[in-house]
Structure formats: structure tokens, C-alpha cells
């Protein structure tokens, strides 16, 4: 079992950057591949990053590619969301997801790939 707590999220202007932090319980932090989710009102959530549990592979988003980065630090069991050139579609709940199963050596971006979930953060973003 691992909880997920996430920060980081605020009002912002388009332009603008913000670097979103998932802390996680336990100790087995760094065996789970990560992922980054996000849901704006009235539309479904969608994938935005993922990070294998080591670091080395990382999946995004189309439509956040080149824009955000995904990064981990397995001594701090945390993964962080670094979100440059906001856009106002950028706005939503942001929450981490953990796969226990990273074993499988995938790094997916379907939701239901993924066990544990965090409570989310709210990013605005103003034009």
C-alpha cells in the first residue's frame, strides 16, 4: 500500500510555469513506475506523463510534450511535474498514480494500469 499526497498547484498566467510534487508513503516507492493524470471540469481524465521506477523512460502526453517534464527522486519518494509554457486548456485536477506492476516493464498511460491514487491539485491557468 502507498498513499500519495500532491502540492504544488495554484493560479497562474498563461506563459507561466509550475512544478507539481508527489509525495508517497512507504517503502517501495522506487519499485513503482509513476504516472501524472489530470481532469478539467466536464471532461474525462486524461493521461499527462509517466516515469519508469528508475528513471531511465519516461512517457508523455501529445499534448504536453516538449512542454513538461516528468522527474523522480527515489530518496525522497517523490515525483515531480514541471509544467512550462502554461496554456489555459492546461487547467484541471492534477493527480499522481503509482503502478505496482512495473515489473511488466511498460510504462502505461491508460489509467487503469494504475493502483494507487493521490487526491489531486488544482492548476488554473488564466489567459
Known amino acids: 500500500q502507498v498513499q500519495l499526497v500532491e502540492s504544488g498547484g495554484g493560479l497562474v498566467q498563461a506563459g507561466d510555469s509550475l512544478r507539481l510534487s508527489c509525495a508517497a508513503s512507504g517503502r517501495t516507492f522506487s519499485g513503482y513506475n509513476m504516472g501524472w493524470f489530470r481532469q478539467a471540469p466536464g471532461k474525462e481524465r486524461e493521461f499527462v506523463a509517466a516515469?519508469?521506477?528508475?528513471?531511465?523512460?519516461?512517457n508523455y502526453a501529445a499534448s504536453v510534450k516538449g512542454r513538461f517534464t516528468i522527474s523522480r527522486d527515489n530518496a525522497k519518494n517523490t515525483v515531480y511535474l514541471q509544467m512550462n509554457s502554461l496554456k489555459p486548456e492546461d487547467t484541471a485536477v492534477y493527480s499522481c498514480a503509482a503502478d505496482r506492476k512495473a515489473y511488466r516493464g511498460v510504462v502505461y498511460s491508460a489509467a487503469n494500469e494504475y493502483d494507487y491514487w493521490g487526491q489531486g491539485t488544482q492548476v488554473t491557468v488564466s489567459s
Open positions: 516515469v519508469r521506477w528508475s528513471g531511465s523512460t519516461t
